[in-house]
């Protein structure tokens, strides 16, 4: 990269601090923790105090989401009993919607610059696992990310970024703060949920926007990934470059579609020539307002973990 481009790079990410901090009180300069709001989940935000929205589109660098149930404003405020200064995402951006994968994860480097020390990073996931069923908060321990690995959207990729982005070659072994992790637990506890409201697994992203095919969904249940989705890991990645600790939780909203057999055309011309009576048959489908539905019925409860974390972590 030419030393103008990174001195570039560095001036938008000023102005967007400025403009950011210009529209705040002093007392909500600095936010400790950030938190994202995946599909249908932007209730998050909603005991948020003191709170000063900023739309995105008012914010140098910032993209706009055109995903139904994500807003387009950052949410600043205090958040639990001690009043911690937070930074919420009302909505996120997907590479499946064209925004380039710095733009993806503009925000979370924002954060970085900000202040932020812990992200809570949450979103809408499809089950791959028959043990996790809808309505299941998961604390992601691991990732499987085929679009990394592939070479096209890992949010890494090209010239290395000017001080504090600037580590060439990023470990995510240990991306998944294993304290925070605990934090989750122990917060579930402590509000008395049931054992079964909230578990651990992988997280396997793909790009979307097509929802995965019975073989695909097999694949990635081969592989151990427990839950699927189209978002999280480039800020994950974004997160963990930028030095933060990062906390993922996932909301189930729906199980994948895995039949364990498939329906046979031939057998069922076999069986309509020969006269026999074949038993109705559901084709499922997954679609995004059964995701959006789920998020509006449990997202008080991820809301509740979100903020007895805080307060543990405060
Ligand atoms: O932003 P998240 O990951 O919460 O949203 C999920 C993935 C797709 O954007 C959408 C599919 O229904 O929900």
Same mark, same amino acid.
């Given at each position: 990269m030419a030393i103008n481009e990174g001195a570039e790079i560095?001036?938008?990410?000023? +102005? =967007? !601090?400025? =403009? %950011?901090?210009?529209r705040l009180p002093a007392k909500l300069h600095t936010p400790l923790i950030g938190i994202v709001c995946g599909s249908g989940l932007s209730g998050l935000a909603a005991s948020i105090r003191d709170k000063v929205e900023i739309p995105y589109d008012e914010i140098p660098g910032f993209g706009r989401s055109t995903v139904a149930g994500h807003g387009n404003a950052l949410a600043f405020g205090l958040l639990g009993r001690d009043g911690i200064p937070v930074v919420a995402m009302l909505g996120r951006f997907h590479p499946y919607e064209g925004h380039p994968m710095s733009t993806v994860v503009y925000p979370i480097r924002t954060f970085a610059l900000l202040g932020v020390k812990n992200? %809570? %990073? =949450?979103?809408?996931?499809?089950?791959?696992n028959p043990k996790i069923p809808v309505g299941t908060i998961v604390t992601i321990q691991d990732h499987l990310a085929l679009p990394n690995l592939t070479g096209h959207l890992n949010p890494l990729l090209g010239p290395v970024l000017p001080a504090p982005f600037d580590t060439r070659f990023q470990p995510i072994s240990t991306a998944y703060s294993f304290s925070l992790r605990k934090i989750a637990f122990r917060a579930a506890h402590e509000l008395q949920f049931p054992r079964s409201a909230l578990t651990e697994g992988i997280y396997a992203w793909v790009s979307g926007p097509t929802y995965?095919? /019975?073989? &695909?969904g097999r694949f990635l249940r081969n592989q151990g990934a427990d839950v699927v989705g189209m978002s999280t890991i480039p800020e !994950?990645?974004?997160a963990k470059h930028a030095g933060m600790e990062v906390l993922v939780l996932s909301l189930v909203t729906n199980m994948v579609v895995i039949p364990d057999k498939y329906r046979s055309a031939r057998e069922e !011309?076999?069986? &309509?020539?020969?006269?026999? /009576?074949?038993? /109705?048959?559901? &084709?499922e489908e997954v679609t995004h307002s059964e995701v959006l539905e789920v998020g509006l019925a +449990?997202?008080?409860?991820?809301? +509740?973990? !979100? &903020? +007895?974390? %805080?307060e543990l972590l405060g």
């Open positions: 560095l001036s938008e990410f000023s +102005k =967007t !601090v400025d =403009t %950011i901090r210009g992200i %809570i %990073i =949450t979103n809408a996931a499809g089950s791959l995965e095919s /019975p073989a &695909e !994950v990645v974004a !011309v076999d069986a &309509e020539i020969a006269g026999i /009576p074949l038993p /109705p048959v559901i &084709e +449990k997202g008080d409860d991820m809301r +509740k973990l !979100v &903020e +007895k974390i %805080i």
